[in-house]
């Protein structure tokens, strides 16, 4: 059977008015299955210290940080029988379904796209209705987690206040930092912080922060105090340790002779690569036998590469999995992570627990993970010398590039998957059991 063709839109003005035409086209064309959706989920009850959580997003069909840490959260929660499932949206090529063995990730099939503002590559999907509407009535979830507020993130928001469903936001990337970034348009911007304000009070929901830093940042977005819930993100500290490092992954990887510093994530203009860049280049001028070692993928990729030719020193990985990432991260001497716009760092993390002596910035949530010369170095953000100096001084100095590992390996234990999973499951206990008791009330 042929597949039906897929509707896209443009990244302008016009495109998202079609969008979202489109949207409530399809939305309504559903109206009876909703009706009857309501029916079946009033008169619903619950265990409240068992409650089934779905957790939905967008852009959520690739590796990144986001789709990372919902995977493994999930996978947390199902390890002490908590139903639990991430649901997205395949990207357009991609075939929709299963994206595990278990049937517990799961991307459903594009209605229609739009690409992405400032993203190559990258598209905002409204998934199909009938799919939708099939994995609710099959699973009559009890709690609705929202990673981002794109189409899928405003389907389910509607849909679960609809069906009367306890709804949480995630407050999971700093769009706005990330915008600001990549797009020169104050309107466009303003327009993009009053639509984040606006979803994540929708409702009055509770909403989940990575990083303290973001709690004052979501307070300031009109939220009230008491419903944002600063919870830890966990790292596989079985895979990720310092018992992966191999130099010879450096031959199988054909890098040149020397120190390695390694960056793993999206390779993007936002993340800071291009401080990285100058800083690896004042970097070369004392120690010309360093390496760098991109490891990830991105629409600034090539760009980068083309920058780092003429050194001759850097290599690019593209995504890693499996054992070759930690494989990789281990062996490295130095990790720099440049960003100024994340709300947590997984890459941080995972740098090191794998007893990796590490350099972040000032400005977002790897700051908090990171303790100044206890677990790693913090260097003002967008200074490109500040950067350049800390690296040079871990090459140069073996005793603190230990003690820095070491330090960030006892640190990595805080976000143990344990801890993580427990602070989670204890507040989803914990909005559950409020929302069974109002509906008791009734």
Sequence with gaps: METAKIKRFRADFFGSVGVVLTMVAHVLSHARRLWRLRRLYKDRSGDPLCPKVLMVGDNMDGTHGISVSAERLVRQLREVGIQAWVLGVSHSENPPGNRDREGWVRMLAPHCVQDM???????????????????????????????????????????????????IQNYR??????????LDNDVFIALLRWW????????????????????DQVQ?????????????????????????????????????????????GRVSREKGLEVLAEAFEKVLKNRPDA???????????????????PTGRAIFTGELGGDQLPRVLASSEVFAFPSITDTFGNAVLEALACGV???VTDQGGPKEIVEHDRSGLVVPGENVPALAESILRLLDDADLRQRL??????????????????????????????????????
């Design 220 to 264: 300031k977005m009109g939220v009230a105090r008491h419903k944002i819930h600063f919870l830890v993100r966990g790292v596989d500290l079985e895979r990720f340790s310092p018992q992966r490092r191999d130099r010879e992954v450096w031959r199988e990887l054909k890098a040149p002779e020397g120190p390695v510093i390694s960056y793993l």
């Design 173 to 182: 990337t700093d769009l706005l930092a990330y915008t600001r970034l990549l």
């Design 357 to 359: 002596a590490t350099v």
């Design 405 to 442: 590992g070491q330090g960030g390996e006892v640190r990595s234990r805080r976000f143990s998957p344990v801890v993580s999973r427990n602070e989670h499951l204890g507040f989803y206990r914990k909005v559950h059991a409020e929302a069974l008791a109002r509906r008791t009330s009734r």
């Design 117 to 167: 503002f400032g993203y190559e590559g990258k598209e905002l999907s409204l998934p199909d209705m009938d799919s939708f509407l099939e994995f609710l009535e099959k699973n009559r979830v009890d709690l609705l987690e929202i990673e981002t507020p794109g189409f899928m993130g405003i389907l389910s928001l509607l849909t679960a206040r609809w069906i009367r469903v306890p709804i």
């Design 291 to 309: 390496v760098l070692c991109v490891i990830g993928d991105g629409p600034w990729k090539e760009a980068f590469r083309t920058r780092m030719a």
């Design 196 to 215: 984040i304000c606006g979803f994540l009070r929708f409702g009055g929901a509770n909403v989940i922060v990575p990083s303290q830093d973001f709690v």
